[in-house]
């Protein structure tokens, strides 16, 4: 529970940036949510750069999307981005992940941050195969937000995407966090060695609850 806990912690610093933005356009509006995320970013950055925490590559992704989308947003006469927010957006962090599971993951990255003396069983293509499963899981949301804007009002629409996107993000967190169901899963689809052939990652035993993190949203 303290590891969970621990990486969480980690996490919610990750997404710094998308907290505040979203804290604020709630509460003050966009604008406001823009300057905030302005004024928060080079102080988390100085923090970062101080304390060595160093900045991954999801850290870098989420900050940067919410700028963006919140930018063109402020400077459009229409709302466009507001209607097509979710699929752009599942659309670039799905892609985002996918080239980001190539070697030393981003699942890994975050993962590192709190357990770095981690290993087990293939630890690399495990962490590789989790953050697949993000990437895959952002892409299939991307399809279904896109098809919900061309079906349903902007009012619904937005309704549609916040419901399905915090209860896919508890599924494949809880799918995430499993470790050991998610091992034996990846086993049975044949996308890891089964138990004894040769680790070429780390030695250890078969993962247990295995802290990996949460969706940026």
Known sequence: MDRLKRLLGTAAFDFGGVIVFYALMKTLGLRAAIIGTLVFVPIDALRRHTLRIGFPRI????????LV?????VFSRQPFMLKYEGAVT????????????RGRSIIEELVAQQQPDLR???HRRFFQLITRSWAVYYLCMACAFLWVSQHFTLVQAVGIRQVAGLGGAIVMALFSFSGRFAFRLFQALRLL???GAP?????GDTPGDAAVPASPK
């Open 59 to 66: 850290y870098v992704l989420s900050t940067a999307l919410v």
């Open 69 to 73: 989308f919140g930018t063109i947003d």
């Open 90 to 101: 599942e659309t670039i962090v799905g892609i985002a992940f996918a080239i980001g599971s």
């Open 120 to 122: 087990m069983p293939h």
């Open 193 to 195: 060695p089964a138990d």
């Open 199 to 203: 680790d070429h990652d780390a030695a």
